[in-house]
């Protein structure tokens, strides 16, 4: 069984900072692309940023100059550094974690998190 855990989530206010982590445990012989998406109520899941097992980024264009994505593989651990937040930013946030489980690929979401940026 796997798990997908997100944290970080707050409250910030404009320009201020925040980081997401998303750790993946369980039965995982490799993790390959971790993404990060977010969703506002009545509007659809939207792509933010993801990264590849060899270190390949990603990143919507809103959010470019802004978002870091990173992970760390030996933690099975993914990142999103957030800078320069603005209000349009506030979301809920989810990881997303494509993995080689038992013999196949696999693909998780977690809970979600909440980020809430102030004017």
């Known amino acids: 069984q796997v798990q997908v855990v997100e944290s970080g989530g707050g409250l910030v206010q404009a320009g201020g900072s925040l980081r997401l982590s998303c750790a993946a445990s369980?039965?995982?012989?490799?993790?390959?692309?971790m993404g990060w998406y977010r969703q506002v109520p009545g509007n659809q899941r939207e792509l933010v940023a993801t990264?590849?097992?060899?270190?390949?980024?990603q990143y919507a264009d809103s959010v470019k100059g802004r978002f870091t994505i990173s992970r760390d593989n030996a933690k099975k651990t993914g990142y999103l550094q957030m800078n320069a937040l603005k209000p349009e930013d506030t979301a809920v946030y989810y990881c997303?974690?494509?993995?080689?489980?038992?013999?196949?690929?696999?693909?998780?979401w977690g809970q979600g998190t909440q980020v809430t940026v102030s004017s």
């Open positions: 997303n974690v494509l993995l080689y489980g038992m013999g196949r690929l696999e693909n998780y």
């Open positions: 369980g039965s995982i012989f490799s993790v390959n692309q």
């Open positions: 990264i590849s097992s060899d270190g390949y980024t």
